[in-house]
């Protein structure tokens, strides 16, 4: 599928980010250069939950996000739409939209993207609701959890509070979320009926119910000797540990954004996502109609953002990437940053995103943290960023991202001249 | 540009548990409110809700199939149900399930498994247990849904899917999103619509701590009163409504039975407040509008109107001057009615469930009523079709949705 097809280009002119490297885009790029990871020990004592499995997360740093929300603000939502608020007015800032905002704010709209939602609200107010049920009394719950539990949550606080009057969306799609939401975005500015679209992604699963079902899932880390989220491609599939925050990013067709004189960080070359319950069958068939599609040749990509969870996938990921890349994969650097962020789940793929595109900015590739000292899957066929970052002219990337439900989405992008 | 048609419709419904009898029912003006059966409502002041009475996955699955899915959520039970129905009245037969067809499933979800999510929570809770609870993420997660349709209905074969969650226009947003899809010619055919259950002590106390929901149910099935002057809050139900789009040619080649065709979609945002509308009702016109202009008809060949209707004191006022704004001389000429003063409010499944309704009234030419508009809101004075079903010749039929969060939505449904 080619969602470009009436050949209008959109292009990225801002983005924000609330991450446990960073709550704004510069702290952000620094930490992940410099490889500064934020680890936090998980305490349910206080719920009397000792059978913890996984002692470790990515946390983002409180202090700063509750800057930022006033705290009657913050009471109404889950920490996870409070970091989709953050990061959208960062985005908003970065690309200055206040007067296109002003001006027509039917023609701005929003999609965001989560696993979870607002579940840490949920199960907070669940503890409530048993004390009642016990006292047999009317169970006053918190008058905000209506609009604080459902991951549409996110959109709406967020359009309410930047009077966004266009498209409106809420995605639930897992891991792919932060992509897929650009594919809703693109769509949206393709119809022609917006003309900047804020699209993203949050998540805050270190709570008690999300890490019985990712451990359920096999998927959680249980120890954590080593300082980083995980060890990607290293085919120890230890599993990974949880991060949190939100990424979202403003989205315009070209003309508007030259027209208004915005910044331009990139293009974004095509969209394609397929499901199958074989990760690899549906990564082959995403890619191969990625590149068909999009009129692009694999020799353009100049590096590649990985999903890299430190799981089984890891092996089916690099199958996927020998499949369509051949030989080319001795040449193209790939990279992941979930051992420095931890897995936000959803927020993740607008993490990886944005550190795709500052990569693209600055013309360096981050390195895989923390497995130096380790061989990787089929490694004289695959160029890992592995130890050092590469300074490099870069014009093209791909990221792409994969579900625990067997969805693989993928981008390119690409920078554009002046 | 490509057209898209409507081949095959299933739904499990507080009034049925299939499209016929939900149909049969909702033009007899027949109540699916009850007093819970789910859990104790004793504590709430809501005490009604739309059920699915009388369900069976038994009756819609092999036993091999049964033993998979009776992991999944009720509301997964109920989509999957649905889903295979629409997929035998749409007779897509299993050499249409390959890799060559492109097929996608877009469906609307707003709550999630919180049947088996509040489990999980309160096994949490109360056993102070993180581990042992297997299959918890693939029971409530939204995103995993996909995978249930996908292992169950299609044969696993490869397929573009997406769940989207805007509150209670979910359902409305799923089947214009796959509309839009199949029509620019990224897929081909697709299983749209939307499931819920959220009939769960949490989501009720959520909604009734708020006074959301209606608050005089002694006689249950006029607790949901869409319009009229009695309205004290919206019912909360459960149910599916599944749809089978697909391209005009696709569906024609393989000689598939035809209902009609989706027209047109249109989706902003009131950017106003989290849950109440605004007064003026300008962006859910604007939404009709746009929806109007995608299916290029024009205003006055709208006849009936599946509105919102959700019997809040706010949403009814506000959803009457939204059409006014909208049709202006025109509405009222239109045949309006509110399918949620009988299923009540299944949320994220209450759109797609309308638009089935709505697909029905134009193709058999009768507009199901709206029941229990008695004492009418003299604000909302519009036709909104009271009590009795209204034979009536229909062009083009619209179904409304508006959400919290400040969605609105509206789709367009037609002769080809």
Same mark, same amino acid.
């Given at each position: 599928?080619?969602?470009?097809?009436?050949?209008?280009?959109?292009?990225?002119?801002?983005?924000?980010?609330?991450?446990?490297?960073?709550?704004?885009?510069?702290?952000?790029?620094?930490?992940?250069?410099?490889?500064?990871?934020?680890?936090?020990?998980?305490?349910?004592?206080?719920?009397?939950?000792?059978?913890?499995?996984?002692?470790?997360?990515?946390?983002?740093?409180?202090?700063?996000?509750?800057?930022?929300?006033?705290?009657?603000?913050?009471?109404?939502?889950?920490?996870?739409?409070?970091?989709?608020?953050?990061?959208?007015?960062?985005?908003?800032? !970065?690309?200055?939209? @206040?007067?296109?905002?002003?001006? /027509?704010?039917?023609? *701005?709209? #929003?999609? %965001?993207?989560?696993? =979870?939602?607002?579940?840490?609200?949920?199960?907070?107010?669940?503890?409530?609701?048993?004390?009642?049920?016990?006292?047999?009394?009317?169970?006053?719950?918190?008058?905000?959890?209506?609009?604080?539990?459902?991951?549409?949550?996110?959109?709406?606080?967020?359009?309410?509070?930047?009077?966004?009057?266009?498209?409106?969306?809420?995605?639930?799609?897992?891991?792919?979320?932060?992509? !897929?939401?650009?594919? @809703?975005?693109?769509?949206?500015? /393709?119809?022609?009926? *917006?003309? #900047?679209? %804020?699209?993203?992604? =949050?998540?805050?699963?270190?709570?008690?119910?999300?890490?019985?079902?990712?451990?359920?899932?096999?998927?959680?880390?249980?120890?954590?000797?080593?300082?980083?989220?995980?060890?990607?491609?290293?085919?120890?599939?230890?599993?990974?540990?949880?991060?949190?925050?939100?990424?979202?990013?403003?989205?315009?067709?070209?003309?508007?954004?030259?027209?208004?004189?915005?910044?331009?960080?990139?293009?974004?070359?095509?969209?394609?996502?397929?499901? /199958?319950?074989?990760?690899?069958?549906?990564?082959?068939?995403?890619?191969?109609?990625?590149?068909?599609?999009?009129?692009?040749?694999?020799?353009?990509?100049?590096?590649?953002?990985?999903?890299?969870?430190?799981?089984?996938?890891?092996?089916?990921?690099?199958?996927?990437?020998?499949?369509?890349?051949?030989?080319?994969?001795?040449?193209?650097?790939?990279?992941?940053?979930?051992?420095?962020?931890?897995?936000?789940?959803?927020?993740?793929?607008?993490?990886?995103?944005?550190?795709?595109?500052?990569?693209?900015?600055?013309?360096?590739?981050?390195?895989?943290?923390?497995?130096?000292?380790?061989?990787?899957?089929?490694?004289?066929?695959?160029?890992?960023?592995?130890?050092?970052?590469?300074?490099?002219?870069?014009?093209?990337?791909?990221?792409?991202?994969?579900?625990?439900?067997?969805?693989?989405?993928?981008?390119?992008?690409?920078?554009?001249?002046? | 540009?490509?057209?898209?048609?409507?081949?095959?419709?299933?739904?499990?419904?507080?009034?049925?548990?299939?499209?016929?009898?939900?149909?049969?029912?909702?033009?007899?003006?027949?109540?699916?409110?009850?007093?819970?059966?789910?859990?104790?409502?004793?504590?709430?002041?809501?005490?009604?809700?739309?059920?699915?009475?009388?369900?069976?996955?038994?009756?819609?699955?092999?036993?091999?199939?049964?033993?998979?899915?009776?992991?999944?959520?009720?509301?997964?039970?109920?989509?999957?149900?649905?889903?295979?129905?629409?997929?035998?009245?749409?007779?897509?037969?299993?050499?249409?399930?390959?890799?060559?067809?492109?097929?996608?499933?877009?469906?609307?979800?707003?709550?999630?498994?919180?049947?088996?999510?509040?489990?999980?929570?309160?096994?949490?809770?109360?056993?102070?247990?993180?581990?042992?609870?297997?299959?918890?993420?693939?029971?409530?997660?939204?995103?995993?849904?996909?995978?249930?349709?996908?292992?169950?209905?299609?044969?696993?074969?490869?397929?573009?899917?997406?769940?989207?969650?805007?509150?209670?226009?979910?359902?409305?947003?799923?089947?214009?999103?796959?509309?839009?899809?199949?029509?620019?010619?990224?897929?081909?055919?697709?299983?749209?619509?939307?499931?819920?259950?959220?009939?769960?002590?949490?989501?009720?106390?959520?909604?009734?701590?708020?006074?959301?929901?209606?608050?005089?149910?002694?006689?249950?099935?006029?607790?949901?009163?869409?319009?009229?002057?009695?309205?004290?809050?919206?019912?909360?139900?459960?149910?599916?409504?599944?749809?089978?789009?697909?391209?005009?040619?696709?569906?024609?080649?393989?000689?598939?039975?035809?209902?009609?065709?989706?027209?047109?979609?249109?989706?902003?945002?009131?950017?106003?407040?989290?849950?109440?509308?605004?007064?003026?009702?300008?962006?859910?016109?604007?939404?009709?509008?746009?929806?109007?202009?995608?299916?290029?008809?024009?205003?006055?060949?709208?006849?009936?109107?599946?509105?919102?209707?959700?019997?809040?004191?706010?949403?009814?006022?506000?959803?009457?001057?939204?059409?006014?704004?909208?049709?202006?001389?025109?509405?009222?000429?239109?045949?309006?009615?509110?399918?949620?003063?009988?299923?009540?409010?299944?949320?994220?499944?209450?759109?797609?469930?309308?638009?089935?309704?709505?697909?029905?009234?134009?193709?058999?030419?009768?507009?199901?009523?709206?029941?229990?508009?008695?004492?009418?809101?003299?604000?909302?004075?519009?036709?909104?079709?009271?009590?009795?079903?209204?034979?009536?010749?229909?062009?083009?039929?619209?179904?409304?949705?508006?959400?919290?969060?400040?969605?609105?939505?509206?789709?367009?449904?037609?002769?080809?």
């Amino acid at each position: 599928m080619n969602i470009m097809h009436n050949n209008e280009k959109v292009v990225i002119t801002g983005m924000g980010i609330v991450s446990p490297l960073g709550s704004n885009l510069e702290e952000y790029w620094g930490n992940l250069r410099d490889g500064v990871v934020n680890f936090g020990n998980i305490d349910f004592s206080h719920l009397g939950i000792t059978d913890i499995p996984v002692y470790k997360a990515h946390f983002v740093s409180k202090k700063k996000p509750a800057g930022c929300i006033p705290l009657n603000t913050k009471k109404k939502m889950d920490d996870s739409v409070a970091y989709s608020l953050i990061a959208t007015k960062e985005a908003v800032q !970065d690309a200055i939209l @206040y007067d296109v905002i002003l001006n /027509n704010p039917e023609r *701005v709209g #929003v999609v %965001l993207g989560s696993t =979870f939602g607002g579940i840490g609200y949920a199960e907070k107010e669940y503890l409530r609701y048993m004390s009642y049920e016990e006292k047999k009394i009317f169970p006053r719950v918190s008058a905000y959890l209506s609009i604080a539990m459902f991951s549409c949550a996110a959109p709406g606080q967020v359009s309410v509070s930047h009077n966004f009057k266009g498209k409106i969306y809420s995605i639930p799609d897992g891991n792919t979320s932060g992509i !897929d939401s650009m594919f @809703y975005a693109i769509r949206a500015l /393709n119809s022609g009926s *917006v003309d #900047v679209m %804020l699209a993203g992604s =949050f998540e805050a699963p270190i709570t008690p119910f999300c890490i019985s079902s990712l451990f359920s899932l096999g998927k959680l880390k249980k120890e954590s000797s080593e300082n980083f989220c995980c060890s990607p491609f290293s085919g120890k599939n230890e599993g990974f540990l949880l991060g949190e925050g939100s990424g979202v990013l403003s989205l315009e067709r070209e003309d508007f954004a030259r027209k208004r004189g915005a910044k331009i960080y990139g293009r974004i070359v095509n969209y394609q996502s397929v499901i /199958n319950s074989n990760i690899i069958s549906a990564g082959e068939r995403c890619l191969a109609s990625l590149f068909k599609s999009g009129g692009i040749g694999i020799n353009e990509i100049d590096f590649i953002v990985a999903y890299g969870d430190g799981t089984q996938t890891d092996q089916k990921e690099i199958e996927v990437l020998k499949r369509v890349f051949g030989k080319a994969l001795t040449t193209i650097p790939i990279t992941a940053i979930k051992p420095i962020t931890g897995h936000a789940l959803s927020a993740s793929s607008s993490f990886e995103i944005i550190a795709g595109v500052l990569s693209l900015k600055k013309n360096v590739i981050i390195p895989i943290r923390g497995v130096q000292n380790m061989s990787l899957i089929e490694e004289t066929k695959v160029c890992y960023a592995k130890n050092i970052e590469k300074h490099k002219l870069l014009k093209t990337f791909l990221i792409y991202c994969i579900g625990f439900n067997g969805k693989y989405s993928a981008i390119i992008v690409r920078k554009v001249s002046e | 540009m490509r057209k898209v048609v409507v081949t095959g419709l299933g739904g499990v419904t507080p009034i049925g548990n299939n499209v016929n009898e939900y149909w049969d029912n909702l033009i007899n003006g027949v109540s699916g409110i009850y007093h819970l059966s789910r859990f104790d409502a004793k504590l709430f002041r809501c005490k009604v809700g739309g059920e699915i009475r009388n369900f069976k996955i038994e009756d819609f699955f092999m036993k091999e199939e049964v033993e998979i899915i009776k992991e999944a959520d009720d509301s997964v039970k109920y989509g999957l149900s649905a889903a295979k129905m629409a997929l035998e009245d749409a007779k897509v037969t299993p050499d249409l399930l390959v890799e060559s067809e492109k097929w996608g499933i877009i469906l609307g979800q707003t709550v999630g498994g919180c049947k088996t999510g509040e489990a999980g929570i309160r096994y949490l809770l109360k056993e102070r247990r993180i581990t042992g609870r297997e299959k918890l993420y693939r029971s409530c997660t939204i995103d995993s849904v996909l995978t249930w349709f996908n292992s169950i209905l299609l044969n696993n074969i490869s397929y573009y899917g997406a769940m989207i969650s805007t509150g209670c226009a979910a359902g409305t947003d799923a089947i214009g999103q796959g509309f839009h899809l199949v029509r620019d010619g990224l897929i081909d055919i697709a299983i749209v619509g939307g499931l819920e259950a959220p009939l769960t002590p949490l989501v009720f106390s959520a909604f009734d701590v708020v006074g959301a929901m209606a608050k005089h149910t002694t006689v249950p099935a006029e607790a949901s009163c869409p319009f009229s002057l009695k309205r004290s809050g919206f019912v909360l139900a459960e149910g599916a409504g599944i749809v089978i789009i697909e391209e005009l040619e696709h569906a024609v080649r393989r000689g598939a039975n035809i209902y009609g065709e989706v027209k047109g979609y249109g989706n902003n945002s009131s950017a106003y407040h989290m849950t109440a509308p605004d007064p003026s009702g300008k962006m859910l016109g604007e939404a009709m509008l746009e929806a109007i202009e995608d299916a290029g008809c024009s205003k006055e060949e709208i006849d009936h109107i599946n509105a919102h209707g959700s019997s809040t004191p706010l949403n009814d006022v506000s959803e009457t001057r939204a059409i006014k704004y909208a049709f202006g001389k025109f509405a009222r000429g239109i045949s309006i009615n509110s399918t949620k003063s009988m299923i009540g409010h299944p949320l994220g499944a209450a759109g797609a469930l309308e638009f089935i309704s709505a697909i029905l009234a134009l193709k058999k030419g009768i507009v199901p009523p709206t029941i229990n508009l008695n004492v009418v809101d003299p604000e909302c004075d519009l036709d909104y079709t009271p009590n009795v079903a209204k034979k009536r010749e229909l062009r083009y039929v619209m179904s409304n949705s508006a959400g919290f969060g400040g969605v609105n939505c509206s789709l367009i449904f037609g002769r080809i």
